[in-house]
């Protein structure tokens, strides 16, 4: 079998890469709309290599959203976390903060990773949609859902389902202490999410304010019909092409390898090593979570790794 290898790009290295199935998301049935499309897997395992090009730390930071993006400079992707850069923050508050349980805001939480990202000279990135007058957030469901994103990983009959897909994804690096750890946080969180997220509504003016033209208006509805993992570092899909080239049909992307590269620049030093694993942890616990938000569990799970 030929090895695949990344297409050419102005970076990019010859990486043997390979995309793993892992089945559906889920068997049982999860909270959110979102439901299997009956994509021929094999066919997008075969060809998802073409869609994964060298990702730019200059462009900002993408959502894992799979929406078109009418600005989206495919010759310069910025990588795909859930919630773009505000979206860091609650794995900081979740992970990595020592404030006092009862204080503190996602507002300022989102304000301080910004600043973060700039001092590291990192490219914040964020989104709203063009469907605002269907709904009252600002478009970003990985935003607009945090506090429901905390009730489902807080929900006694999801969190083994959650809890299994957090393994899966972060394989001998799994850690239960720090996975409780989180969870008790989000349990802390959600008794007092009213205040915590109050102001989130206006994150992205925030971000519009302190990393210009770093917000995007992505278009249409949600047509997500798979998921995909990306472990190979300094990948990114191009996540409009993949949607040109399906029908309409979209992926959600998480470049994993990122929120670990972010836990690395945020937090340095040897000292920091513990705090580097809960960020991981809670990053990736929210991402399943915003999945459960999101999907009904349907959906294919795709690990795209290095070969
Ligand atoms: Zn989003």
Redesign the pocket.
């Known amino acids: 079998m030929p090895t695949p290898t990344l297409p050419r790009g102005p970076r990019a290295k010859p990486v043997p890469v390979r995309t793993i199935p892992l089945g559906k998301l889920a068997d049982k049935r999860w909270p959110g709309k979102l439901t299997d499309a009956r994509l021929d897997v094999q066919a997008v395992i075969d060809d998802l290599d073409h869609y994964y090009v060298p990702s730019d730390t200059t462009a900002k930071t993408r959502?894992?959203?799979g929406r078109h993006d009418p600005e989206l400079d495919e010759n310069h992707l910025g990588p795909q976390v859930?919630?773009?850069a505000p979206?860091a923050a609650l794995a900081h508050r979740l992970g990595v903060d020592a404030d006092d349980l009862t204080r503190g805001t996602f507002h300022n939480d989102a304000e301080t990773m910004i600043h973060s990202y700039l001092r590291h000279s990192l490219a914040p990135g964020?989104?709203r949609d063009d469907q605002r007058d269907q709904n009252d957030g600002i478009?970003?469901?990985?935003?607009d859902g945090l506090d429901t994103v905390i009730t489902v990983m807080t929900d006694p009959d999801l969190v083994d389902d959650h809890k299994r897909l957090v393994r899966t994804l972060m394989g001998s690096s799994f850690d239960r202490d720090n996975y409780l750890r989180v969870l008790g946080a989000a349990l802390m969180l959600r008794a007092r999410e009213d205040t915590y997220f109050a102001d989130r509504g206006g994150i992205l003016d925030l971000l519009d304010r302190l990393a210009p033209n770093s917000v995007s208006v992505?278009e249409g509805g949600h047509r997500e019909c798979l998921v995909v993992v990306n472990f190979v570092p300094d990948t990114t899909m191009a996540s409009n092409r993949f949607a040109a080239d399906h029908d309409g049909l979209q992926a959600f992307g998480y470049d994993i390898w990122r929120s670990r590269q972010l836990a690395e620049t945020l937090l340095p030093l040897p000292s920091q090593e513990v705090d580097r694993h809960r960020f991981v942890m809670a990053r990736v616990m929210i991402t399943i979570a915003t999945l459960m938000v999101l999907t009904d569990g349907t959906l294919p799970l795709l690990a795209h790794v290095p070969g």
């Not at 478009?139 to 935003?143: D, E, L, R, S, W």
Request: proline share 7%; glycine share 40%; charged share 5%.
């Open positions: 959502c894992i959203d859930p919630g773009g979206g964020g989104h478009g970003c469901g990985a935003i992505l």
